[in-house]
């Protein structure tokens, strides 16, 4: 069974400080994705990889910065949390030619206070 | 820009009536059009959908593109409480990112 796993269901930060939200896919999947959803706003692209150490901007890639040093594990980072990326982060992986078909790990509600 | 538009933003039903969901879009470089089911935590995918006129189906649900009038339904039959999700169309541009619309918000009472 496909399965695509987050690091924490719940954190709380507080602003200033440095976050990781940690994705792991045990798909083989080349592709990995970050996401945020927040209400009325729906599900934004915040970074993308399509390969090891290969990395891509989504719609909203300020603030955040991501690594992939290993095929299964995409690490989401804020350098410096404000309060305006308290959201829900949301994490999916797919096959290289089939990158519609998205698989997301249950998410990490993310708090910065 | 390129934008996922879904309609109505919220609906509800009695278990066992028909629905159908809409989506439009405006893209360039169309290539697929996606269906995501979200319950409380992740999306999980539904359909994906790249021919006009084809109708893609799994058991209640099914769904259909129209590429000449830029649009997706996605209808569901004899519903049950268990399709109450949010449902998230997306449109499955270049450079593997998909762009999502901002869901309907589906409730299906007993």
């Known amino acids: 069974d496909v399965k695509v796993t987050q690091s924490s269901r719940y954190l709380v930060k507080r602003t200033g400080e440095k976050v990781f939200l940690e994705c792991v896919q045990d798909m083989d999947h080349e592709n990995m994705f970050w996401y945020r959803q927040d209400p009325g706003l729906g599900l934004r692209l915040i970074y993308f990889?399509?390969?090891?150490?290969?990395?891509e901007k989504g719609d909203i890639p300020e603030g955040y910065s991501v690594s992939r040093e290993k095929k299964e594990r995409f690490s989401l980072i804020l350098e410096s949390a404000s309060t305006n990326q308290t959201s829900m982060y949301l994490c999916a992986s797919s096959f290289f030619d089939r990158s519609g078909e998205q698989y997301f790990g249950p998410g990490t509600r993310l708090t910065v206070t | 820009e390129d934008k996922v538009v879904q309609s109505p933003l919220s609906l509800v039903v009695h278990e066992g009536d028909t629905v159908t969901l809409n989506c439009s879009y405006e893209v360039t470089n169309f290539r697929s059009l996606l269906w995501y089911k979200q319950e409380k935590k992740a999306p999980t995918f539904l359909f994906m959908l790249t021919s006009s006129g084809i109708e893609k189906k799994s058991g209640r649900l099914s769904s259909i593109l129209d590429k000449k009038e830029l649009f997706s339904i996605l209808n569901i039959t004899a519903t049950q409480t268990g399709d109450s999700a949010v449902y998230l169309c997306?449109?499955?541009?270049?450079?593997?990112?998909?762009?999502f619309g901002k869901g309907t918000l589906l409730t299906v009472n007993p």
């Open positions: 990889s399509y390969d090891v150490k290969m990395k």
């Open positions: 997306a449109d499955g541009g270049s450079n593997y990112k998909l762009t």
